[in-house]
């Protein structure tokens, strides 16, 4: 017996076939188009097509930042920075444009060919900048440590007391932890505030890790007795 199958039938299913044969094709030109779209930046306000874009390759930022290392040997810090510079602005993923700002702002705030203090300052802008694009958590907390120490640096007194307090108490078991709390002690004694720079120097004193950070942690402890001493004879006189 031959079945018929209705013409309203036959129609729609020729429409769902369609439907699906659009729908695949559709998939296929995101696939081919997306990325190249991805590729699509702003440059100096104007927009700029894939051919005028260098699809940037972890090699290619390898090369930048060896290319970048020959220039800090020969003292040309200025064409490091600006070739660092180019390569976080031409970077499209998120790693390579974090990491090529934050070698930048390590060079300002350690470089000692750059004296004035504005280097702390455009440091502190990198770290900025660089922040929004960091995912890695061990790579928020060196900057955020870094943060707080070009506040130190740049004697933002205040503002650096707030950010070494928020930085220990995110991260107590940072490997930056103790130096942070000895800077923060330093700052105490600065404001006069005897009592909490010692309960923070007592804290280093029983978390040092170094030699050097104990060593510190005694001489400031000292210090602040010493301070203290100074400021009570001055009133009394």
Not at 6 to 24: C, D, E
Request: with cysteine; proline share 1%; aromatic share 12%.
């Amino acid at each position: 017996m031959k079945i018929q199958i209705p013409l309203q039938n036959k129609f729609n299913k020729q429409l769902m076939y369609h439907a699906i044969g659009i729908l695949v094709l559709v998939v296929m030109l995101c696939a081919v188009t997306l990325p190249t779209l991805y590729y699509i930046r702003y440059k100096n306000g104007a927009l700029l097509d894939s051919s005028q874009i260098k699809l940037y390759s972890y090699e290619q930022f390898e090369l930048d930042l060896a290319e970048a290392g020959e220039f800090l040997e020969r003292g040309l810090y200025d064409n490091a920075i600006i070739l660092l510079r180019e390569s976080a602005r031409n970077s499209l993923k998120r790693y390579f444009a974090a990491e090529a700002l934050t070698r930048i702002a390590d060079l300002l705030y350690s470089s000692e060919e750059i004296q004035n203090q504005d280097r702390y300052v455009q440091a502190l802008e990198f770290y900025g900048v660089a922040m929004s694009f960091s995912e890695d958590q061990q790579a928020r907390i060196w900057k955020s440590f870094q943060i707080a120490n070009c506040h130190f640096k740049t004697s933002s007194i205040d503002s650096a007391i707030a950010l070494y307090k928020d930085f220990i108490n995110k991260y107590p078991d940072s490997e930056y932890c103790v130096d942070a709390q000895l800077n923060l002690a330093s700052l105490y004694l600065k404001r006069n505030k005897f009592s909490l720079a010692r309960e923070t120097l007592q804290v280093v004193l029983n978390t040092a890790v170094s030699e050097k950070q104990f060593s510190l942690a005694v001489f400031q402890l000292a210090n602040s007795f010493m301070q203290e001493s100074e400021k009570e004879t001055i009133i009394y006189q």
